[in-house]
């Protein structure tokens, strides 16, 4: 849990201890929390509750991962986007807003047209190869994952024998990548549950400490994952509780960003670890 800042459009934001995204979802298919109708109204509810939970960053997501999920096109996961872009921009001017999006295109027009500060991209760069230019070009933080899946509807690639140093592996090569392209702040996501079994993510959790030695913030994504639930034999909404269990070891190993769709619990979570670490 060590200090980092992250700069944001014009403004350098320094983070003294571990962060939360929330999770704002606008698709109508999303493995655990989605909004059906994803109007403006819906969007001010979720936002203002997460805000008055002290989240620290939102991470808008218009096209979900979860498995088998539609393919949708650039022109409706824009249209999805733009409604949270203009309704956060329209009352929470300085919400620092991160894109959950692989597309270089739709992390463009976020950055341009409302002034998104992280782009956060679950394939690595390796869905779009347009996606690392638009970052360093764009000079905006970038949330870089691992993942096996080769395109958004979940094809599996093959897995190496050694999970932590593949992943190790994938995660220093991007890096460096974007860093002799001038991108500064990179986060790194060791992607759980993406094209890895519940096995491989419970080692890359015990191991997250291993991804510091690249010098960047580590987060995250645990929040209701299959990795969670399946094992307890529940859904991913019974999955408050487990989601919680995980982020204290993903605290303790290392973690700087939580990205969750409970942010209380994990503002919660963060503080009772914290009063740990002072004893």
């Not at 979940?154 to 220093?172: R, S």
């Not at 487990?242 to 209380?264: F, K, S, Y």
Request: proline share 3%; net charge negative; charged share 20%.
């Amino acid at each position: 849990m060590t200090p980092f800042t992250l700069r944001c459009g014009t403004r350098l934001v320094n983070f003294s201890s571990p962060v939360v995204m929330g999770i704002l979802n606008v698709t109508p298919d999303s493995f655990a929390v989605h909004c059906s109708s994803c109007t403006e109204a819906d969007i001010s509810v979720s936002v203002a509750q997460m805000k008055q939970q002290g989240v620290d960053i939102i991470d808008i997501g218009a096209y979900s991962t979860r498995p088998n999920a539609d393919f949708v096109s650039v022109d409706e996961e824009w249209n999805r986007l733009q409604v949270a872009l203009k309704t956060i921009r329209a009352t929470w001017q300085d919400t620092i807003i991160s894109v959950d999006t692989w597309r270089a295109e739709i992390a463009k027009r976020a950055v341009e047209e409302y002034g998104a500060d992280i782009i956060n991209d679950v394939s690595g760069g390796q869905w779009d190869k347009d996606m690392f230019d638009v970052v360093a070009q764009k000079k905006v933080p970038y949330v870089l994952t691992h993942t096996y899946w080769l395109t958004p509807q979940q094809q599996k690639a093959d897995i190496a024998h050694d999970i932590v140093a593949d992943v190790l592996h994938f995660l220093q090569e991007q890096t460096n990548r974007l860093h002799q392209m001038g991108v500064a702040d990179v986060i790194l996501d060791s992607g759980f549950g993406l094209g890895k079994t519940a096995e491989e993510s419970y080692r890359l959790l015990n191991n997250l400490q291993v991804f510091t030695v690249l010098h960047c913030p580590v987060l995250a994504g645990l929040s209701r994952k299959s990795m969670l639930y399946k094992p307890l034999g529940i859904t991913p909404m019974e999955a408050l509780n487990a989601t919680t269990a995980a982020n204290v070891l993903a605290l303790t190993n290392g973690a700087d960003i939580l990205r969750v769709h409970d942010v209380e619990a994990a503002k919660q979570t963060i503080e009772i670890v914290k009063l740990t670490h002072r004893q």
